[in-house]
């Protein structure tokens, strides 16, 4: 999935290689969601690669069940940097814009931070310290 021409071929027949997500996963979302948890996700694609295959997988409302997206994250440097070397970004048509001082708002960004996105939690959350679970799914 890491060469162009993978990425041509899943864009041009999704349905080959990708399975729609169960009723019951996108409903345990919503489920957190109304319970008032703060939802994220957080991968290390390029926008357009996670836009396509969530669209598939969770359907084009996909967005509506979390509260921020980061793409291209670029695990473990997310977590590891300086916010000074890897700010947030905003994105347009799927093309990174400009560089973020800080994060003051839920939605989708580019790159980013551990220490930014910890500090918009807390102001989400009105909590000095929020709880972070942090979980993977995958498809395979």
């Known amino acids: ?6 990425f041509k071929e899943i864009k041009r027949d999704p349905g080959r290689y990708l399975h729609s997500c169960p009723e ?5 979302l919503r489920q957190l969601k ?5 939802l ?8 357009d ?6 669209e598939y997988i969770l359907g084009n409302d996909f ?3 979390f509260d921020i997206v980061i793409t291209n994250a670029l695990k473990p440097g997310f ?6 070397q890897r700010p947030f970004r905003t994105l347009e048509n799927d093309e990174e814009q400009e560089a973020l001082p800080s994060l003051d708002k839920p939605g ?5 931070n551990a220490v930014h996105l910890y500090e918009l939690l807390k102001k989400m959350t009105g909590k000095p310290e929020p709880k972070k679970i942090f979980t993977r799914i995958s498809v395979s």
């Open 79 to 84: 977590f590891s940097h300086l916010p000074s």
């Open 40 to 47: 994220l996700l957080i991968t290390s694609s390029h926008s």
């Open 108 to 112: 989708w960004y580019s790159q980013g």
């Open 63 to 65: 967005t509506d069940l």
């Open 49 to 54: 690669y996670c836009r396509l295959l969530c």
């Open 34 to 38: 109304n319970a008032g948890k703060i």
């Open 1 to 6: 999935n890491y060469k162009m021409s993978a």
């Open 24 to 28: 019951s996963v996108k409903k345990w």
